[in-house]
């Protein structure tokens, strides 16, 4: 370590992968506005704050499996907090966002842009539903910057029309509902029509189509949706689909 310079803590790690897990793989860099105003919270310069997220990058399995290395020389605590961050989606996104609220000074309700007035006013119900609606942006956050705001199916760019869908249902897989690998990037009419089953992504990473669409000859279906048959997803930078749970979405769930 350089003359001057401290040791990252285990608070300003977290606020780190808390970051890196909200932006887009090919922002983490010193200019981005995002990256310069964690800077300024924690009292470090906008080039530390992203070598540490490329730092991250270097432990991402998502991205090591691509080849992917980053920077090299992270520390011990870095790999301690990745891992316990990496391991624990349904715990450690939620905290992470009540330790930003805390450095913004603000609270975790306001942070996130919650309607106070729809909120139970106090008790173990409304900590429940803050923590939801909490880790519900967060995953979006995750998912939508993962794919690089893109959806999977079509390409379409543009954020405001992205849901972030769950492979494996919200009401079903309570561990894996923060599990960024059981989230794709995709337009609401086909996000419909992949809760239906009309639509599946094989474990190759293809989009298969439903035989009961396929009957129908219309010019619109043939434009949403049967020219999308044996294509390739638009993959994400990182936190590819867990081929596990696209198998599940395959077996169970698509009307074949």
Known sequence: MKSGQRLWNREELILAINLYCKLPFGKLHKGN??????ANLIGRTPGSVAFKLVNFASLDPSLQARGIKGAQNASKLDLAVWNEFYHNWDQLPFESEKLLSQYERTTVEELNQLDISQLPQEGKVRSQVVQARVNQNFFRSMVIAAYNNQCCITGLANSNLLIAGHIRPWALDEKNRMNPRNGIAINSLHDKAFEQGLITILP???IKISSALKKQKDAVTKDFFLRYDNES???PKRFYPD???LEYHND???QK
């Open 33 to 38: 506005p995002e990256v310069i105003h964690l």
């Open 233 to 235: 997803i638009f993959l």
């Open 252 to 254: 169970e769930r698509f």
């Open 204 to 206: 190759t990473y293809k």
């Open 243 to 245: 081929k596990a749970f």
